[in-house]
């Protein structure tokens, strides 16, 4: 049975850094970044998951948390067909250390998966940031005032 797999990221910047974890697909022979993060369970909302998934895989806890936008992710990975709607989170780390380490450690229930700053500038074709369009959301936020882009509704 398919399904769409609601996922909570967030993206803490440090300058013109990101913070993301390396994955290898030995099905496509590629190595891959992404974004710290993971599945919103029934009754949570995007953000209580993205602060639940960075305290579990970093321990850290999040702070100004903010909502960038929302991508709709299909994807062919590991053999199989994928289909995700992403919320994107722009935050700052509570850990002040973290942002003081390029190689920041690895994730807590992933052993061997690497927690590293990369440059936004830094990824393409040969080492993709996923979901794809987040370097275009991160790009676009950098130029524009984060004020715009409120996660709050006003008239």
Known sequence: MSSIRAVAVAVPRRGDDVLVFEYHDSTKDETFYRPLGGGIDFGETAEAAVRRELREELGVELLDVRLL???????????????????????????????????????????????????????DAGSPLYPAGLVGLLSERRRLPLSRFSSRWSP
């Open 69 to 123: 936008g929302v991508l709709e992710n299909l994807f062919h990975a590991f053999g199989r067909d994928g289909h995700e709607i992403v919320f994107i989170f722009d935050c700052r780390l509570s850990d002040q250390s973290v942002y003081e380490r390029d190689a920041v450690g690895e994730i807590r229930d992933d052993a061997g998966t690497k927690v590293m700053w990369r440059s936004l500038n830094s990824f």
